[in-house]
């Protein structure tokens, strides 16, 4: 495979025909230039003031940035963008027999935004180790076609190999967990800013090596079926006004709701 699928003009059904049989897949120009502009805007400033990561995998020369909807209202187009969206239910709402006394009934889980980040790779930095981020929920693989989580990250930069482009291993979502990745494996994400990257939490990808003079930004988030544990904890990262502020679509997805 010479590159990742790019999608420039996509149906629901073909970002979920790539997801299955690929494990990730490129969206063009899946931001509107006011949306691009606004992250812009609202996190660069605020990414210049943190500091970098601790350990090789949190990467010495990456600067991080959580509880975005804390930061910028952006963040709601990549939310609810049905070509995201919608294939994350198609993941993540996989319905599950179960008996109930004399009943066989057929439950599903909601799907929640379980964690955000805006994350810059500056010169320098190198490779992250490749990985699988529904390790958080110690899932177990094969997945049998069941995520517990669907991820997007956003290029607020252009994306290149030189530059830190994530790295995905097509297909190692199908793997076992017996499978161990291989960096030879991996291809790096190319796409302009603006473009979106979208994953299954099964899938195999890495930050890739920054070797040029530029940095690499991009704003992302993972939607996660309802009954999984949150990674952010939404209910103090942000307050109870400005959840309040946000459509009834948003505040349910943050998880601010009942029954």
Same mark, same amino acid.
């Given at each position: 495979?010479?590159? /990742?699928?790019?999608?420039?003009?996509?149906?629901?059904?073909? !970002?979920?025909? !790539?997801?299955?049989?690929?494990? #990730?897949?490129?969206i063009?120009?899946?931001?509107?230039?006011?949306? /691009?502009?606004?992250?812009?805007?609202?996190?660069?400033?605020?990414?210049? +003031?943190?500091?970098?990561?601790?350990?090789?995998?949190?990467?010495?020369?990456?600067?991080? /940035?959580?509880?975005?909807?804390?930061?910028? @209202?952006?963040?709601?187009?990549?939310?609810?963008?049905?070509?995201?969206? +919608?294939?994350?239910?198609?993941?993540?709402? @996989?319905?599950?027999?179960?008996?109930?006394?004399?009943? +066989?009934?057929?439950l599903?889980?909601?799907?929640? =935004? #379980?964690?955000?980040?805006? =994350?810059?790779l500056?010169?320098?930095?190198?490779?992250?180790?490749l990985?699988?981020?529904?390790?958080?929920?110690?899932?177990?693989?094969?997945? #049998?076609?069941?995520?517990?989580? !669907?991820?997007?990250?956003?290029?607020?930069?252009?994306?290149?190999?030189?530059?830190?482009?994530?790295?995905?291993?097509?297909?190692?979502?199908?793997w076992?967990?017996?499978?161990q990745?291989?960096?030879?494996?991996? =291809?790096?994400?190319?796409? +302009?800013?603006?473009?979106?990257?979208?994953?299954?939490?099964?899938?195999?990808?890495?930050?890739?090596?920054?070797?040029?003079?530029?940095?690499?930004?991009?704003? #992302?988030?993972?939607?996660?079926?309802?009954?999984?544990?949150?990674?952010?904890?939404?209910?103090?990262?942000?307050?109870?006004?400005?959840?309040?502020?946000?459509?009834e679509?948003?505040?349910?997805? /943050?998880?601010?709701?009942?029954?």
């Open positions: 495979m010479t590159g /990742l699928t790019m999608l420039s003009s996509a149906t629901v059904g073909d !970002v979920i025909a !790539v997801l299955e049989h690929d494990g #990730g897949v490129i063009e120009d899946f931001l509107s230039p006011q949306t /691009l502009d606004g992250l812009r805007r609202d996190l660069l400033p605020l990414l210049e +003031k943190q500091s970098t990561g601790r350990d090789g995998f949190a990467g010495y020369k990456t600067r991080r /940035l959580s509880a975005l909807f804390a930061h910028t @209202r952006h963040c709601v187009e990549i939310a609810t963008h049905p070509l995201y969206l +919608k294939p994350a239910e198609h993941f993540l709402c @996989r319905p599950r027999e179960v008996w109930v006394g004399d009943e +066989k009934l057929s599903a889980a909601d799907v929640r =935004i #379980g964690v955000t980040q805006a =994350i810059q500056a010169p320098g930095q190198g490779a992250q180790p990985h699988r981020d529904d390790t958080v929920f110690l899932w177990r693989h094969p997945t #049998g076609g069941r995520e517990g989580r !669907v991820q997007i990250l956003c290029a607020v930069s252009d994306f290149t190999a030189e530059n830190g482009g994530t790295l995905v291993i097509p297909g190692s979502h199908l076992d967990d017996e499978r990745p291989r960096m030879s494996e991996a =291809i790096p994400t190319v796409m +302009k800013a603006g473009s979106a990257l979208i994953f299954l939490g099964s899938t195999f990808h890495a930050g890739g090596a920054n070797t040029t003079d530029e940095y690499r930004t991009a704003a #992302g988030l993972a939607l996660d079926a309802a009954n999984m544990r949150q990674e952010e904890n939404m209910y103090l990262s942000l307050s109870t006004e400005l959840v309040e502020s946000y459509p679509q948003i505040q349910r997805l /943050l998880g601010w709701s009942a029954g």
